[in-house]
């Protein structure tokens, strides 16, 4: 990011984005309730989230983050499978964990 002064310009007009609907989303109740409004407003969110992540991956070495997505794409995968494999709370021990 100290290289080219116009990626900065960029990473703070998207952060604010960021921020900006991401406090929409938490504290306004009616842009999380009205149905075009908060798929509108979710679709800006995921947008300005996917910029932000491609402007930081952009400032790491191409290796470091393909080990990181492939370490992160085993770890759902592992955890998606033992999800379906174990049933570790059911409906009649879910209110065991809970107290």
Known sequence: ??????????????????????????????????????????????????????IIASTYEPDAVFTAAGATALIVLALTIFSFKQSLISLDTGPIFLS
């Open 1 to 54: 990011m100290g290289q080219n002064p116009s990626w900065s310009c960029c990473y703070v007009a998207n952060l604010a984005v960021l921020i900006i609907t991401e406090i929409a989303l938490i504290c306004c109740e009616g842009v999380r309730r009205k149905h075009p409004v908060n798929l509108v407003v979710l679709f800006i969110f995921t947008c300005s989230m996917s910029l932000f992540v491609g």
